[in-house]
């Protein structure tokens, strides 16, 4: 199960980061200018917009069809990406990829919710995102070897690949919201839903420190590789980089696992992303007073901050939809949707401030950490679903 789940969340960082690699091909080739991050930014909106539908539809209709319609779209989007003959026309098709991504990717948390609740959920997504970061390991590197092999295009070509062994996975996997548990799906119900969020503290809390921890994660995907590049001379070591970042946070996920068994969810979520805060507000700081830093250093910050703040988001995921197991699809959906669209827009901000300088990068970062943790604070530990905000 745990595999499975991975497994549909890797499809969407699939989307995102074995692109990466190939934006100065694909900027050689469609003449994208210096508007590359667009190709992640519109795949992310799409993946935000996407939320809105699949998770009322999901506790209507039930989890496996809506995944299943949602990879069938992913895989179009991606086959279209590979054969677009535009900039223009690549943005669409990213969007449209980023929309069929949203429901493998939004629905997992609820499926695990249909089977999981409290601490044992927030293990079961701490493990669930140790699993899933394989694929930000793997697929830069895979990205690498595909463009030393041939064209971009077949880097898409790939991603189309796996969305299909996504597709059979799913259709035997089964279904994990019985028939007596689905909700019909009218604006009432998805009204109702918004409603119940505003007024339980612990869910809103949770869903605000996510926006903003969300924008600070994508600051680093839409631009670590313009960084790399532009700013330190490094494209070509992007890839294995990348990897190193990730390879870095497996291990502290599954020692956090334990932890959280031991000591709770809430409390590992918040010296997770507690440190990262620390870690962030640390070197804007230094960035402002003495000035940007060089490769070595920034990169060390990077591992910390990127690493904390990926330990502590599952969980926070988790503590959000604890109170919300009757509203699990529509709550999910929703707590991606904030996330990806309010938090991409937020993180865009910053990605256009930044050209030969790490500075922007590290304030802004900081900035969406702090107020982050501050909800992530206020959210308290949300014991009962009357906790009133």
């Known amino acids: 199960m745990i595999a499975y789940l991975a497994f549909l969340g890797m499809l969407m960082a699939t989307g995102i980061d074995i692109a990466l690699p190939a934006f100065d091909e694909i900027n050689a080739d469609l003449d994208a200018g210096s508007r590359e991050s667009l190709i992640v930014t519109l795949y992310v909106m799409g993946a935000a917009v996407g939320q809105l539908v699949v998770g009322p539809v999901s506790d209507w209709a039930g989890r496996r069809v809506t995944v299943l319609g949602g990879l069938v779209l992913y895989i179009v989007g991606a086959v279209v990406s590979a054969l677009a003959p535009s ?41 669930m995102m140790a699993v899933f970061l394989l694929g930000p390991v793997f697929t830069p590197l895979i990205g690498d070897v595909i463009l030393s092999l041939g064209s971009w295009r077949f880097v898409f070509w790939f991603a189309a690949a796996l969305g299909i062994v996504a597709l ?8 994990t919201l019985p028939p007596e548990r689905r909700r019909p799906l009218a604006v009432a119900e998805f009204a109702k839903a918004v409603r119940r969020i505003g007024r339980t503290r612990v869910t809103l809390g949770h869903l605000l420190a996510n926006v903003f921890f969300s924008a600070a994660f994508f600051i680093f995907l839409g631009s670590s590789q313009p960084v790399f590049d532009r700013v330190f001379g490094r494209a070509d070591q992007f890839a294995v980089w990348f990897a190193v970042l990730g390879l870095c946070t497996i291990p502290l996920l599954i020692i956090n696992n334990g932890l959280i068994k031991r000591f709770g969810g809430r409390r590992m979520s918040l010296l997770a992303s507690g440190v990262s805060t620390t870690a962030s507000v640390a070197a804007a700081g230094w960035a402002l007073a003495v000035g940007p830093p060089s490769f070595w250093p920034w990169y060390v910050w990077l591992i910390v901050a990127t690493s904390f703040v990926t330990l502590a988001t599952p969980v926070i995921s988790a503590l959000a939809l604890d109170p919300m197991g009757d509203l699990a699809g529509t709550v999910s959906s929703l707590l991606y949707f904030t996330g990806f669209a309010i938090g991409a827009l937020l993180a865009a901000l910053v990605d256009a401030r930044i050209e030969a300088s790490v500075t922007p990068f590290l304030v802004g970062f900081a900035i969406f950490m702090v107020i982050g943790y501050a909800f992530q604070m206020w959210a308290g530990a949300g014991a009962a679903d009357t906790d009133r905000a």
């Open 168 to 175: 059979a996975w799913a259709a035997r996997f089964g279904e």
């Open 87 to 127: 900039y223009v026309l690549l943005l669409v098709a990213r969007f449209a990829w980023g929309l069929g991504a949203a429901a493998p990717m939004g629905l997992r948390n609820a499926i695990a919710r249909d089977l999981y609740s409290g601490d044992a959920m927030a293990r079961v997504a701490t493990i």
